[in-house]
C-alpha cells in the first residue's frame, strides 16, 4: 500500500516539473518555443533564395555543410516580412511530423530569454471557433502579469508544407 502511494506522488511531480521556454519578439509581440525542440540560435545571415516557393519560405542555409530550409514566421503568421536588424536571429529547429524529421530555422526580429514555465501557468489555446486556426499554440503562459503565446512549432506549417520543407531539403 505504501509503495502504490509513493509510486502516485512521483508520477505527480513528473508531471509537474518546470519547463523551459525560448522567448522571442516578432511583430512586437511575445511568443515562447518549447527549448527541446531548439538545436540553436545563430545570427541573421546569408540565405540563398529557392524559386517557386511560398513566399514565407526565405530560402536555404549552408549551416556547417548542412542545408537548411528558413521560414519567415512573421511571413507566415501576418503575410509581412522580418524586417531585418543587427538583432534578427535565426532559431534552428528539429521538426518531427510522423515519419518526417527535418531542420528548419526560423527567423525571428529578437530572440530574448529562456524562462522556466511551471505547467499550472499555463492554460490551453483559446477556442476561437472553427474558422480561426490555432492549432500552432501549444498554450498561453501568465508570465509577470503578460500572456505569453507558446507556439506548437509541429503544427506550425501542415504536413504538406512540411513535406514541401523537407524536400527542398533534400533537393540541395
Known sequence: MQQAENSINVNEIQSEEIEQYLTFL????????????????????EITEVPMTPEFISGVINLRGSVVPVIDLSQRFSGQSVEQTK????????????DLKIEIGVTVDMVNEVLDIHPGEIEQAPSLGDQIQTNFISGMAKVNDTLLILLDIENILSIDELSMVGSIQSAT
Open 26 to 45: 516578432l511583430g512586437g509581440k511575445t511568443y515562447g518555443l518549447a527549448i527541446l525542440n531548439i538545436k540553436e540560435i545563430i545570427e541573421y545571415g
Open 87 to 98: 538583432r534578427t536571429s535565426i532559431i534552428i529547429l528539429e521538426v518531427r511530423n510522423d
